[in-house]
């Protein structure tokens, strides 16, 4: 356990590490890995009279890791939706402030290696410095653990973001996109009914039919009541934008 009362700046490297460790609930396995996310470019800057690897090496490689594994999570959330739309999905996850918003929830600025001119301008504030330092962790975890340790590490990390997009809480909200356009386009508002609830209270799957008028037109699943129902109605769009058949 690391001494609450020693100031963080004065940790040992191990002790750094630990404490990192600590707060992913998991071990990164490598202390140089480990250690070297936690680096910023500014310290080693200032600090070339000892060995030093900063983390802009592996914040490269967790950009294309956590852009995988949030990319798997959606294409497996999402069955029917287009390349396109999983792409915009993921840019509402991964971009720099959602990033930072995830390193902030795991106190990752304070323990950051920081030069000092970064110290005193914020940089362990920073959602750029904060966000590529988180790639960076996941980048040593990528490297350590391999792929299955980096989409648990997402599962837990980003759950409520994942969560987010697939109920339109960011981003489009199909339902109300889908009133707007039952409205204009059918004179009719959507109604959704919960077809059936499989599985136990804690990994509950809802299947969710949506009709407009007196025509259903698509069901789809989701984790929630309220993530079925975006998936329907985002269904339902696609079918009443696409031309009638001839």
Not at 13 to 38: D, I, K, Y
């Amino acid at each position: 356990m690391n001494d609450p009362a020693k100031p963080v700046t004065k940790w040992t490297p191990s002790e750094r590490v630990a404490a990192l460790e600590e707060r992913l609930g998991r071990a990164v396995g490598s202390l140089g890995h480990a250690l070297a996310a936690l680096t910023h470019k500014s310290y080693c800057n200032e600090h070339r009279d000892e060995p030093c690897t900063d983390n802009e090496r592996l914040e490269f490689l967790g950009d294309a890791v956590v852009d995988l594994a949030v990319g798997q999570r959606l294409y497996e959330r999402f069955p029917k939706a287009a390349e396109g739309e999983l792409s915009k999905l993921r840019a509402l996850i991964v971009n720099t402030d959602g990033l930072a918003s995830t390193a902030r929830t795991l106190r990752l600025g304070e323990l950051l290696l920081l030069g000092r001119g970064e110290e005193l301008t914020g940089g362990r504030e920073k959602p750029s410095v904060l966000a590529d330092a988180l790639e960076a962790v996941i980048g040593a975890l990528y490297l350590t653990h391999g792929m299955e340790a980096v989409l648990d590490f997402v599962d837990t990390a980003f759950r409520d973001a994942l969560d987010g997009v697939a109920e339109g809480r960011q981003g489009k909200d199909y339902k109300t996109l889908l009133q707007e356009d039952a409205q204009g386009r059918l004179k009719a508002v959507p109604r959704y009914r919960v077809v059936s609830e499989q599985g136990p209270d804690h990994e509950k799957v809802f299947e969710v039919e949506v009709s407009i008028g007196a025509q259903t037109y698509a069901r789809s699943s989701g984790r929630s009541k309220k993530e079925a129902e975006q998936a329907a109605a985002r269904v339902t769009l696609d079918l009443l934008s696409k031309p009638p058949e001839p």
